[in-house]
């Protein structure tokens, strides 16, 4: 398969846990990005890597959330001291870039995220 | 001015009917309008998108209106099957900004009933 996979699919944390997502894009693609869907929206965007720069960060991105991607290959995003208000599904997305006069976004399955 | 506006939030057709689904933006930096098809349990997938450089888009039995001075775009399912029923979701984006992410809409659930 050579679509964005993302792992774990399902998540269960307590409150106050940390927990780590991790997303693998398509292979040639330089940019990858990350969206937070809560039940019932859309998707909502989060922050974005250009291969393994990180530049930009949407407000929503509280101090808890960190997101890496080294050698700009595969992605992690990390929520420190899980709160209720995280559960979400967190979904990863990627694209070729602007340089190839596209812009369509690939999507992952996403990972759904339960705090209890 | 950033949001996307979305109607309606759901939407039941009959098997073979036409299925409507409208958004509206603010932010006329806007320039790349996809729609997007999720299924329950999987992210979206891109159906249908359109620059403002035209006002309509066909691909197969799917069709984005695209009315740029009403800063509104639609997007009809023509001839619409059951198994077309999931969560649609319109977007927008600047592609001159360097992210390029994008904004969504907050969807339709279509049901299509056979």
């Known amino acids: 398969d050579t679509g964005v996979s993302q792992d774990p699919r399902h998540k269960i944390t307590k409150r106050g846990q940390n927990v780590t997502f991790r997303c693998d894009p398509i292979?040639?693609?330089?940019?990858l990005y990350w969206y937070r869907q809560t039940l019932g929206q859309g998707p909502e965007f989060l922050t974005y890597?250009?291969?393994?720069?990180?530049?930009?960060k949407s407000r929503l991105l509280s101090d808890r959330f960190s997101a890496e991607r080294p050698k700009g290959s595969f992605s992690t995003l990390e929520i420190q001291r899980t709160e209720q208000g995280d559960s979400a599904m967190y979904l990863c997305?990627?694209?070729?870039?602007?340089?190839?006069?596209?812009?369509?976004?690939?999507f992952g399955p996403g990972t759904r995220l339960t705090v209890l | 001015q950033q949001q996307v506006k979305q109607s309606p939030q759901s939407l039941i057709v009959q098997k073979g009917g036409i299925s409507i689904i409208n958004c509206a933006y603010e932010?006329?930096?806007?320039?790349?309008f996809p729609w997007y098809q999720q299924f329950p349990g999987k992210g979206p997938a891109l159906l249908i998108a359109?620059?403002?450089?035209?006002s309509e888009k066909k691909e197969g039995r799917f069709t984005i209106s695209f009315n740029k001075s009403a800063k509104q775009f639609s997007l009809h399912i023509m001839d619409s099957q059951p198994g077309d029923s999931a969560t649609y979701f319109c977007?927008?984006?600047?592609?001159?900004?360097?992210?390029?992410?994008?904004?969504f809409g907050p969807g339709t659930r279509l049901s299509v009933l056979p």
């Open positions: 997305a990627s694209s070729l870039g602007r340089a190839s006069g596209t812009h369509e976004q690939f």
């Open positions: 292979s040639e693609h330089n940019r």
């Open positions: 890597f250009q291969n393994e720069a990180q530049l930009e």
């Open positions: 932010n006329t930096a806007f320039d790349y």
């Open positions: 359109i620059r403002p450089d035209v």
């Open positions: 977007a927008a984006s600047n592609t001159r900004n360097y992210g390029q992410n994008f904004v």
